[in-house]
């Protein structure tokens, strides 16, 4: 049971070249998040998905687009890559709660892409 | 909307000193608390959370945080800190709204680096 898994770790791009991060969980939830980690910003989030086949704008949207490919795997991509995407980019999905409290879970994070544009 | 404010960037101590972790928080709605910590180069983790109940809630590692509604505040402690209790950690939000719907999205304080001295 890896939890949550990012690829790659790190990456370091060109202005304007694309690439796909990619998310996988193996705990059966239907939720799954990106976020992005700037210094002195905390954790901004880019784009969620509630359940497979659905995916919803976050509060920092712009530059980027997702893809929910299955339950499991959840893809971030950035289609012309700029400097102020600089930052490092995680990967969360909630526990499932018998309760239905939702928005009450913990939520499991991957160990995080570091990328850097130049 | 929501929105939490770390009221202080970075918090030195010494070794077996007490600390307080302060964070203020504001929703139009109930809420749900977090406490986060992020170990240099990892993901967060949860250390604990305030659902309803108890305004106390007790984490791991020792910490410990109080909820107060009146304050609107969240604040975590720990009676005497470790060196390997340096890190990173987070208060976060998440609220319903008034048809008790929410996705689980966290909004996120911009985080307090907590450096242990020897």
């Known amino acids: 049971n890896a939890g949550v898994t990012q690829t790659p770790k790190f990456q370091v791009l060109k202005t304007g070249q694309s690439m796909t991060l990619q998310c996988a969980q193996d705990?059966?939830?239907?939720?799954m998040y990106w976020y992005r980690q700037d210094p002195g910003m905390g954790l901004r989030l880019i784009y969620y998905s509630a359940s497979e086949g659905t995916t919803d704008k976050g509060e920092v949207p712009n530059g980027y687009n997702v893809s929910r490919l299955n339950k499991r795997e959840f893809s971030l991509r950035l289609e012309s890559a700029a400097p102020s995407q600089t930052s490092v980019y995680f990967c969360a999905s909630p526990e499932v709660s018998g309760q239905g409290l939702v928005g009450a879970n913990e939520q499991f994070f991957g160990p995080g892409t570091r990328l850097t544009v130049l | 909307a929501q929105s939490v404010t770390q009221l202080d960037s970075q918090v030195p101590v010494f070794e077996e000193a007490p600390v307080e972790l302060r964070c203020n928080y504001s929703?139009?709605?109930?809420?749900?608390l977090f406490w986060y910590v992020q170990y240099p180069n990892q993901g967060l983790q949860l250390l604990l959370k305030?659902?309803?109940?108890?305004?106390l809630v007790k984490g791991i590692n020792g910490f410990e945080a109080e909820f107060n509604k009146s304050q609107t505040s969240f604040h975590l402690r720990k009676p005497s800190v470790h060196i390997s209790d340096t890190a990173e950690y987070f208060c976060?939000?998440?609220?319903?709204?008034?048809?008790?719907?929410?996705?689980?999205?966290?909004?996120f304080g911009q985080g307090t680096i907590l450096t242990v001295h020897p």
């Open positions: 705990m059966n939830h239907n939720s």
């Open positions: 305030y659902l309803s109940g108890s305004t």
């Open positions: 976060a939000v998440s609220g319903t709204n008034a048809g008790g719907t929410s996705y689980g999205k966290l909004t």
């Open positions: 929703s139009s709605v109930s809420v749900y």
